[in-house]
């Protein structure tokens, strides 16, 4: 296997294979968000309300694909990775197809709760693959490259609702996403596995660990290093605004006036504009802002978020004659991009290699189950509070609240930031030393 330390020079089959995970990733979104890009068409289809809605995208979803992550996590760090994703992607896809048949909550709320089992896998087995064909000083990059997949997910599945939805019906488009689905899964069979890499300053490869051992690594570097904990804390806050951001297709057709179609093909255009936009800032910006400054990508991070803030508040209080209502809408895709590469190419530096896949599942279950778990069901509840007392506009005033509450993330990405070096080279001082 190479080393952390090999020439800076990545193959072209590396960037080949970061172009497929990218699709993988992709495709999970697509598959992910296709419930709330339809939200106008499922909700009255099923008789939904907006509490019923958060749970389908909310907690329904995320407890199962949180916790099934960080034992998926585990899995890929000690098993073939390849047929993992291989065997994650076959199931969802079969449970997105499954969804099509809903005709009640209960009906939807089955095939929900266990398609997050099979979504689970992919991340984490994604971005220790990466960590192994990527040196470090470009983990960023690669991280940042692979999470497009997030925005580009986002915007095709609201491309699907708004242009094939109305001619084919929500139904139909969840069956062809199910099959497309299940041809990748059987390519992924045939993937080989890659070495897995040991980190600058090792003085050999690390062994293969049992399940115990790799949670007791994972609790140690938790215990040891602030900027680990800071940064996925500034990333569960984060989410809260994302979580509540499922209803954004119900607030823009239900309280801003638009076309349920219209305004779901205009989201998907400026998502996909802007995510690719803030995936290159985030990723290709934070390395550039590690070499020049030595601060970890979290700062980075912090002063990003601190400049569209403003944007962020702006997009939600406006009306939509305002210039600056598309502005912030837009502005809102850049930061959700930006988001993913800085951070965690963060976490995978901070921690040993041999957990890296262990870390990310373990961040990924914070980020949904905590992160997205209380920005979704609460937007829900305060929604159908407002409705219940006679409101308009609940919301509005649910997502303006989260975005609030989601700046909290800067202070906390700031001192990430400020941590990051001092606890890296303190990691590599033990991995060198044989302590880790």
């Excluded at 939509?320 to 190419?345: D, E, K, N, R």
Aim: net charge positive; proline share 5%.
């Amino acid at each position: 296997p190479s080393s952390d330390s090999s020439p800076e020079r990545v193959e072209l089959r590396h960037y080949a294979f970061l172009a497929l995970l990218t699709l993988l990733n992709v495709m999970n979104f697509v598959d992910r968000q296709a419930l709330p890009s339809f939200a106008n068409f499922i909700v009255p289809d099923l008789g939904l309300s907006a509490t019923d809605f958060s749970y389908l995208t909310g907690i329904f979803f995320t407890f199962f694909y949180a916790t099934a992550g960080l034992f998926t996590g585990v899995l890929a760090d000690l098993f073939h990775r390849p047929r993992l994703i291989a065997a994650g992607l076959g199931v969802w896809s079969v449970l997105t197809a499954a969804t099509g048949h809903a005709t009640s909550f209960g009906t939807i709320a089955v095939p929900r709760l266990l398609i997050g089992v099979g979504e689970s896998v992919l991340t984490p087995t994604a971005m220790s693959l990466i960590s192994d064909r990527f040196p470090a000083s470009k983990l960023g990059f690669a991280s940042g490259v692979y999470y497009m997949g997030v925005p580009l997910g986002i915007g095709t599945s609201l491309l699907i609702t708004g242009y094939l939805g109305p001619a084919l019906g929500w139904r139909y488009c969840f069956y062809l996403l199910g099959a497309l689905g299940l041809v990748f899964a059987a390519f992924m069979l045939f993937v080989k596995e890659t070495p897995r890499r040991r980190p600058a300053g090792a003085t050999q490869a690390a062994p293969r660990q049992s399940l115990g051992q790799v949670v007791a690594t994972l609790g140690r570097a938790l215990t040891s290093s602030p900027a680990l904990v800071c940064t996925m804390a500034g990333g569960v806050v984060f989410h809260f605004i994302l979580g509540a951001a499922a209803f954004d297709q119900l607030w823009l057709a239900g309280e801003r006036g638009f076309d349920r179609a219209e305004i779901a093909r205009i989201g998907g255009w400026i998502a996909l504009s802007g995510g690719v936009l803030g995936n290159l800032l985030g990723g290709v910006g934070s390395d550039w802002f590690l070499r020049r400054t030595g601060l970890g990508r979290p700062m980075f991070l912090a002063l990003l978020l601190a400049f569209f803030a403003p944007l962020g508040f702006a997009y939600r209080m406006l009306d939509p004659a305002s210039a600056w209502f598309w502005v912030g809408m837009f502005a809102g895709s850049v930061q959700l991009g930006m988001f993913y590469g800085p951070t965690f190419s963060s976490v995978q530096e901070l921690v040993p290699p041999n957990i890296r896949a262990t870390v990310v599942g373990f961040y990924i279950m914070l980020l949904n189950v905590v992160g997205l778990g209380i920005g979704n069901t609460g937007a829900g509840m305060i929604a159908d509070r407002v409705k219940a007392a006679g409101g308009t506009d609940g919301f509005s005033q649910a997502l303006l609240f989260f975005t609030a509450l989601s700046m909290f993330a800067m202070p906390l990405f700031w001192y990430a930031g400020r941590r990051f070096a001092r606890d890296r080279d303190a990691l590599y001082a033990k991995l060198a030393s044989g302590a880790a």
